[in-house]
């Protein structure tokens, strides 16, 4: 019984016990939840603020006891973390920043490497830079965010072009990545965020995959500033060619949506690159990335499947490795994904939803929240953990060439997806 128990008390379980509370809360008092403010300015925002920081102290401090990590100096190294995340999601919610579509754990990577790099990280900082357990807490709140009935607003043909493109490109990503010599987890991390729906994609996988931290900044790096000449590139593109295939303005810009909910990496670089075209197409375009967005959990299920089944062969003469020691090897924190959009999902389903003032899903809201949170902490980690002259490596130039390359075959699939199945398909169904 106390092995077993022991056996509980690894951090792949611990973050989905630590999970629980947060997406309790964001099911049942989704209303009374704090929000990460706008401005550092008022009481409002410094209330919140506040609780906040209370909910993150409590998990990190009673996560910390159940992984026999040392709790002493806690807060005053957790103040300094909390505050900087705090400040790189203030810094996304200024309009500019929001318009080219950066998200906060991009500016709490840079906070986080200018301690780094130019000062030094003291020894009292050192107790709360934990960036791995912040991640995997962060990925199974991202779980209750996938749901199924929003992806079925697309349809069939919807999910068919999700899987098509997912599939073709991840593999095609991921071949030209190991050509190019970028090592195996690494190319998984970067085919994933490229294939699905960029930074969160990219986090879930590098987490499954083992990606070096260092390496995995750099690919939410390039995937945050690659985006940007994305969202005007791709409308340029869709009004260029597509009028030279269809007459039909309707059936241009449902191909336009398909196609640029299929290529543009975040979900607001997608918003704002198909609104240059239209309405049809923007309503399009943010169905079919809901349509991708929920192969995060495929994904990462069937790499965890994988690289588990993969190390067993090269340990042992029997090709047919154990049911208990893939299970043993494969990463927890992903069932507590699977699961939160499980329960989010039928909750959905059954009505017990209520929607906040901006007329959405308070309960996802709130559990994308808390996703945000944590994935911004855990980036300001490694940015506390990374070296300059590691983020600007060889490899990890031989990544960005990779990843322009699969990005560029990228818009050339999903184009040919996009205009078959929505531009000659769908018409005669």
């Known amino acids: 019984m106390k092995n077993f128990i022991e056996k509980l008390r690894v951090e792949d379980w611990v973050a989905v ?51 026999h990590r040392p709790v002493k100096g806690l807060f005053p190294s957790l103040v300094v973390i909390f505050l900087l995340s705090l400040l790189a999601q203030v810094v996304e919610k200024i309009g500019i920043v929001k318009e080219f579509g950066f998200e906060s754990v991009f500016f709490s990577v840079i906070f986080g490497l200018l301690i780094r790099n130019l000062w030094h990280v003291p020894d009292w900082m050192k107790p709360a830079i934990q960036g791995e357990f912040f991640i995997k807490i962060g990925v199974v709140c991202l779980g209750a965010t996938i749901l199924f009935e929003d992806v079925m607003k697309s349809g069939v043909l919807g999910l068919v072009q999700a899987i098509l493109v997912v599939t073709i490109v991840w593999f095609s990503a991921y071949f030209i990545a190991r050509k190019m010599k970028v090592d195996q987890h690494t190319a998984m991390t970067m085919s994933s965020g490229l294939t699905i729906c960029g930074v969160s994609a990219a986090i879930t996988a590098a987490r499954v995959a083992k990606c070096e931290e260092n390496k995995l900044s750099y690919i939410v790096s390039l995937i945050l500033i690659i985006v940007v000449p994305m969202i005007y590139l791709m409308p340029w593109l869709a009004n260029m060619i597509l009028p030279l295939i269809f007459d039909d303005p309707e059936t241009i810009q449902t191909v336009a949506g398909a196609w640029i909910g299929g290529t543009v990496d975040t979900t607001s670089g997608v918003a704002a690159s198909s609104s240059i075209i239209g309405d049809v197409a923007n309503g399009h375009a943010m169905i079919i990335k809901a349509a991708q967005n929920v192969m995060i959990g495929f994904v990462a299920f069937f790499i965890a499947l994988y690289l588990s089944t993969r190390k067993e062969q090269r340990q042992s003469d029997d090709n047919r490795p154990s049911l208990a020691i893939v299970w043993d090897k494969f990463p927890k924190f992903i069932i507590g994904f699977v699961v939160a959009s499980l329960v989010f999902s039928i909750f959905q389903s059954g009505d017990l939803m209520t929607l906040n003032e901006k007329g959405k899903l308070a309960e996802p809201a709130v559990a994308k929240m808390f996703s945000k949170l944590f994935f911004s902490l855990a980036f300001v980690c490694i940015g506390l953990d990374t070296r300059l002259k590691d983020i600007i490596s060889k490899e990890n130039r031989n990544v960005m060439k990779a990843f322009l390359l699969a990005q560029g075959w990228n818009i050339i699939v999903t184009f040919i997806v996009a205009v078959v199945i929505f531009g000659f398909l769908k018409p005669l169904l």
Do not use: Q
């Open 17 to 67: 016990w630590m999970s629980i509370p947060l997406l309790l809360m964001a099911l049942f008092v989704p209303k009374n939840m704090p929000v990460v403010p706008s401005t550092l300015v008022g009481e409002v925002a410094w209330y919140n603020i506040m609780l906040l920081f209370g909910i993150v102290l409590l998990v990190i401090y009673i996560g910390s006891l159940l992984l």
